[in-house]
């Protein structure tokens, strides 16, 4: 089967917050063991802080609760290069940093996270750091010199760059200087929900227009302001799919990273539910494929 790609999931984070082991979240939204047995083949898992003044500890908490797991369950892989993108059995992880407040203002920790086998990253989360403004800066401003500076060796060592979170003028200043294509991990459309946190339509073909993916997310608060369900959510799908077709969306469900739940894709194993009413809607089989894994799968083989 086509391997199915979830861009984004907080579950180190929650497990971190928790106190607890990787594989001792049954509650969660999801966790690695359900993610394979729904027909996920790689799971991009963040590395996040809320503590934005010293979010070291937390982050190597859940680089060490990571790798323990990698220890002991030994269908997981972790993807550190193009080669590791093909064959897939088991679970493949890809790890990303949530926001850059750890790298301060020192490029040398961008190397040593590359060296820690993290391969994607986003600037900022929805606050202001060394490097950019997030989205709930009240009058952003773009990238700082050191921000640039991120931007150009993420471009040369092969990570990806994720524009969710980002504020708009940070935005526009990747689109200008990264020579990679650019994702937004989790993110929604703007004309269907207003919130900060969207993407209006600009962005989304600027986004197309680098050969980039769109993962639509699971937050009911970026799919409708009251009434957020699945159905809504395949509205955002059938939007961006006419703004710029096919071949730029993808799925970045957030899982374990919003308190409640969407209503009809309340848990991980629930996914082939959204592709079930997608394909109701007229999405052929290879169009699903697309959406399901191999969009993010073209752009994450080109940049790794
Ligand atoms: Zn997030």
Redesign the pocket.
């Known amino acids: 089967m086509n391997p199915w790609v979830d861009a984004?999931n907080?579950l180190l984070f929650l497990a971190q917050r928790e106190g607890k082991l990787l594989h001792q979240l049954k509650d969660s939204h999801s966790d690695l063991d359900r993610a394979k047995t729904t027909g996920i083949g790689l799971q991009v898992l963040?590395l996040?802080s809320l503590n934005s003044d010293h979010p070291g500890q937390d982050i190597l908490k859940e680089l060490t609760l990571f790798f323990s797991e990698l220890t002991r369950n030994d269908t997981i892989r972790l993807v550190k290069e193009k080669e590791d993108l093909k064959d897939f059995k088991g679970l493949k992880v890809l790890l990303a940093l949530?926001g850059s407040d750890i790298l301060e203002k020192d490029i040398t920790n961008l190397h040593i996270l590359y060296e820690l086998g993290v391969r994607m990253l986003s600037l900022t989360?929805n606050h202001s750091n060394a490097l950019a403004d997030g989205a709930l800066v009240k009058r952003p401003k773009g990238l700082s010199e050191f921000g640039k500076e991120v931007v150009h060796l993420t471009n040369a060592l092969g990570m990806i760059i994720d524009v969710?979170?980002l504020a708009e003028p940070g935005f526009w200043d990747i689109i200008e200087i990264s020579n990679r294509p650019i994702i937004a991990s989790?993110s929604n459309t703007k004309s269907l929900c207003d919130h900060p946190r969207n993407l209006n339509d600009d962005q989304i073909k600027a986004i197309a227009k680098t050969d980039g993916v769109i993962g639509v997310t699971f937050v009911p608060a970026f799919i409708h302001r009251s009434d957020a369900d699945i159905h809504r959510l395949c509205d955002h799908i059938d939007h961006i799919k006419s703004l710029v077709g096919i071949d730029h969306i993808g799925i970045g469900s957030?899982f374990n990273?919003f308190d409640g739940s969407l209503p009809g894709l309340e848990r991980v194993e629930r996914l082939p539910e959204l592709f079930a009413l997608l394909a109701n809607r007229g999405y052929t089989e290879e169009e699903l494929q697309k959406i399901s894994g191999k969009n993010f799968i073209r752009v994450f083989k080109e940049i790794i």
């Open positions: 984004h907080d963040a996040f949530e989360w969710s979170h989790h957030d990273g």
